[in-house]
């Protein structure tokens, strides 16, 4: 399935990679990392907040995690690496995403920080950089936003002229993670006043300093700092990637960074539900434990069904990208090349999931908190760190406006580029609409029927209102940002609902839907509420273009293409919730 084509193409159950097929590598992976985070981050997560008490800390913790290869995994063996596959990646993002202040110091090393170089560093750049990142040696920093461009990166204002043999670097970046400890710095700037091109500078380059770290309302463990560039003499080595394609560098490194901050966003949900269903437990009011009450026991059940529903999606996408890695290795691309074609294939999903597990990871935390009543406002109790620590991931690798308008954006452009048929099925949808409705009965032979139907027809809502949005404003649509992020809701909410439903089937084929009885409630839990959000945001795009007949016609379209039959959503929480108590965590 090429990127995008979810919204056209149905893809079956047995072609999608679920949680529960884990190898054995993968297990290991994932228990080590467990190990490391439980043993030495959470004993000491109130000392890693103290960050400018502790500078070295992070960087310490850093090694060690290095020394158990973490944080070389995705670096091929070559440069000193792991070289493990996509899937055991995200893997190992999931649980550093149970890790704070230090996940991110991880994210930011392994990520933005080492990718630049492995994706477009030279033969020789690699060689001297790779394996000191790979064991944690060098740690790594990544310099893009700029006081006055942040959403808008290329804007930056940083100078780079050609002296010679040597580049001269001149500007300001701020918001810079791991700026207080790195070892090398990932730095854009401008050549010839408009041409964005990418860098490597050592620490102890002259003219390189640094300003005080930032105060901040989370993620207080992690170094930010600014970072000031004046008269910063490199090397011409240094120069990364081609001059004026910089962009490049940014938008694919991105696009690795926003699948795997929605892996680890998803596993600190699955920390953040432990802790809550652990306190709903012992807390006691009126005579019983909290976790006892319904109000309770839907706040529970609804954390788990989003996060079950988020670790369906990011599982699927992950699959996706590692099946096309093999397939471009297969036609003769290196593993490194094959990577960076395959995240840019997937750059709608992984679009998809950052705002996904951003806005789930803050939905989830903030319950958390509810739960925890006053005591969840305490610094003294762990979910008011974690409070102010999730908002920032709204923020990071590019805000959620931003990635809601590329995701419709770059379905967009494929239509345009004619590499995805989204008009086509469009231009039928008229005449669906004045056609007779169909109300066939529920196949019973066919495992999730309604659901399934429930699903295609909620992608003839987006076709809808997407095709006519086109049809309006054509060129300009990228100009109305309210109709675009609609749109995106829906679209995540589809891709979303879809995920968690084939989850669910393919544990049902592989172990029998008596083992299955949770997840189905929760896939139809998410799936009845999901249409009903698609159903809302349809209404407000359409009623932001059209009028009249055509705006009557359009509503009768998405309201039909959004139906699905009720049943007991109150019963089906408390029974995820119930399973929730008895296990004293997240299960699923």
Known sequence: MKGGEFLIKEQKANEVFIPEELNEEQKMFRSMTVDFIESKIWPIVAKIDKQTENPELIPNLLNEIGELGILGAGVPEEF???????????????????????????????GIGTLPILYFGTQEQKDKFLPGLASGKIKASYCLTEPNSGSDALAAKTKAILDGDEWVLNGQKMWITNAGFADVYIVFAQVDGDKFTGFIVERDTPGLTL??????????????????????????????????????????????????????????????????????????????????????????????????ATDSATYRVADLITDKITELKEQGLTAVEAKLKAAEEYSIECAILKVLGSETLDYVIDEAVQIFGGTGYSEEYPVARMYRDSRINRIFEGTNEINRMLA????????????????????????????????????????????????????????????????????DLEKQQEILMNLA????????????????????????????????????????????????????????????DELRMMLIGVKRFTKYDPFNTIAARQQIADKMIETNKYPF
């Open 211 to 308: 300003g005080d770290e930032e105060i901040k309302l989370g993620i207080k463990g992690s170094s930010t700092r600014q970072v000031f560039f004046e008269n910063v003499r490199i090397p011409k080595d240094n120069l990364l990637g081609e001059i004026g394609k910089g962009h490049k560098i940014a938008f694919n490194v991105l696009n690795i960074g926003r699948f795997k901050l929605c892996a680890m966003v998803m596993g600190g949900s699955k920390k953040a539900i432990d802790i809550a269903t652990n306190y709903a437990n012992e807390r006691h009011q009126f005579g019983q434990a909290i976790s006892g009450f319904g109000a309770i026991k839907h706040k529970l059940a609804e954390m788990a069904t989003k996060t079950y």
């Open 489 to 548: 809701d829906m679209v995540i909410e589809v891709f979303t609902a879809e995920s968690a439903l084939l989850r669910t089937e393919k544990k049902m084929q592989q172990d029998g839907a008596e083992t299955a009885t949770l997840q189905i409630l929760m896939s139809k839990v998410y799936l009845s509420d999901a249409l009903e959000r698609i159903h809302m945001s349809g209404k407000h795009a359409l009623s932001g273009f059209a009028e009249g």
């Open 408 to 475: 419709v954006g770059q379905l967009m452009k494929k239509a345009m580029k004619g590499e995805l048929d989204l008009m086509g099925p469009a231009m039928k949808l008229q005449e669906e609409l004045m056609a007779i409705p169909d109300f066939d009965d529920e196949d019973d032979a066919v495992v999730f029927f309604a659901e399934k139907k429930a699903i295609a027809n909620a992608k003839k809502a987006i076709l809808l209102a997407a095709g006519a949005a086109a049809q309006k404003f054509m060129m």
């Open 80 to 110: 000193g690496g792991m070289g493990v596959d996509f899937n055991t990646e995200t893997v190992l993002s999931e649980e550093l995403g149970k890790a704070l202040s230090f996940g991110v110091a991880v994210a930011a090393h392994t």
